[in-house]
Every structure is written in structure tokens, then in C-alpha cells.
């Protein structure tokens, strides 16, 4: 997905200086806005087309003029996605076993969520209203080694409730609480949960 379509012009030559989360030169529009995309808490950037200069920014309070710049804000949606960093979530309230919210989420050319800090996991639970949804992750293959249930990469983030993981060989897939914390469950067909999907930008 091109920064076209991500970010849309704000049409302000203001920028938020107060609210400036990194400051970053001597790179292309283009570039600026992939950094934005990086940063989990980046709603936006000024660039200078002059200068090459490219400001992140995590507030829509603008402080100060700045007629060299110009404003790009990240669109809050995408095709029904909302956008947080450089990812695009869609909550379904839709309890499903975990093979068919694998596959509902790959029909709509995304993956089921997979928080990977624990800022975005706060994200994926303030999408939902239910009480558990299925979250990617798997160890089906290797005990103990837990990847995503997609695409088999390995998760570089946890946030296991107290004592899990503990299912052994018969609880090999994830389920997010209310609470945030993660529980290993089976992955059979026989249980059905809400889940969220998301896209990766680019």
C-alpha cells in the first residue's frame, strides 16, 4: 500500500511542534511517511520538500506555523481497517473456531492479529468489546516454540496470563482475554471465539 493511500493531506502548512515524536533529515517524502508507518504512536508527519526534512508527530495540536512544511495525517481507516503504526486492524464479532477465523481473515487479504509490543497489544483489546477473541500464535509444531498461526514466525511478544502456558501437547493456540492476558487453549473446532485481523502497510 503506497503512502498515497495511507496518509492524505491535511491542508494545513501547520505543523505540531509540541507533539514531535522524532525529527529525521535528508530523506524523501516517500521515506518520511514509511517512518511514520513504523512508529506505533506516529498519527502523522510534516515534510519539507526544500529542506528534506521530515517531522513525526503523535498529537493533531498544531502549535506552531511552519509554511515549508506540509502536513500528511495518517488515515484512521483503510477498506473498514483502522490504522495504528504501520498495521491496519478490523474487529469481527463473529465467534468462530480458529481454522475459519484463519480463513475469514486471509479472504479479506489480512492475517489474524498478532501483537508484537505491549503497547499494541492495549490496541487489539480496545477493538473489542468481547470478552475472548483468538489472537495468532502457535506451537503446534515445536512445544514450546509458539509462532504465528499464519505465517510461522516466530512471536517476538508475550503476555501470558499466570501459570500459562501450560497445556502441553493438548492446548497449542492463543486466546486474548478481557484482561489482555494470554491463555493457551486447543486448537480444535470445538471452541469458537471473536477475533481481530490485520494488515501490515507498507
Known amino acids: 500500500m503506497s503512502y498515497q493511500m495511507t496518509f492524505r493531506d491535511c491542508g494545513t502548512d501547520m505543523c505540531p511542534n509540541d507533539y514531535i515524536i522524532k525529527e529525521i533529515s535528508g530523506i524523501s517524502l516517500r521515506s518520511c511517511a514509511t517512518s511514520c508507518l513504523i512508529q506505533f504512536n506516529c498519527l502523522g508527519f510534516c515534510y519539507s520538500n526544500a529542506e528534506q526534512g521530515c517531522n513525526l508527530f503523535n498529537s493533531f495540536e498544531v502549535s506552531v506555523a511552519a509554511s515549508y512544511h506540509r502536513m500528511y495525517c495518517a488515515r484512521g481507516e483503510i477498506d473498514g481497517y483502522t490504522r495504528r503504526g504501520r498495521k491496519a486492524y478490523r474487529s469481527f464479532a463473529s465467534l468462530l473456531p480458529l481454522s475459519d477465523a484463519i480463513t475469514a481473515c486471509a479472504q479479506d487479504g489480512a492475517v489474524l492479529a498478532m501483537p508484537e509490543s505491549a503497547a499494541e497489544n492495549a490496541w487489539v483489546l480496545s477493538l ?75
Open 128 to 202: 473489542t468489546s468481547e470478552s475472548t477473541i483468538w489472537i495468532s500464535g502457535s506451537d503446534v509444531a515445536v512445544e514450546g516454540t509458539w509462532v504465528a498461526t499464519d505465517t510461522g514466525i516466530a512471536l517476538p511478544y508475550f503476555r501470558w496470563d499466570v501459570p500459562e502456558p501450560n497445556g502441553g501437547r493438548n492446548e497449542n493456540c492463543i486466546i486474548m482475554g478481557s484482561d489482555g492476558l494470554w491463555v493457551d487453549v486447543p486448537c480444535a473446532d470445538d471452541r469458537a471465539f471473536n477475533f481481530i485481523c490485520e494488515k501490515t502497510l507498507s
